[in-house]
């Protein structure tokens, strides 16, 4: 059974969040032919506050 996991800074509406959900899925039907049944998908979306690169965060970042 696959686990795909991804984390992901919170915004996107529940029709991103669906279509990802859905290629995500795809892709690993296609990739390893995991039965779709099997396929699970767990997203985790964090606040632009929590989400940092190079200490900066994604807040401060859209803030420049």
Known sequence: MPI???????????????ALIEALTDAAHAAIDAPL??????????PPT????????????RGK
Do not use: D, L
Not at 4 to 18: A, L, P
Not at 50 to 61: L, P, R, S
């Open 4 to 18: 795909i996991t991804v984390t992901m800074v919170s915004g996107r509406s529940q029709t991103q969040i669906r």
């Open 50 to 61: 929590h989400f940092a690169a190079g200490n900066v965060t994604i807040e401060e970042k």
């Open 37 to 46: 049944e099997s396929i699970r998908v767990v997203i985790s979306e964090v």
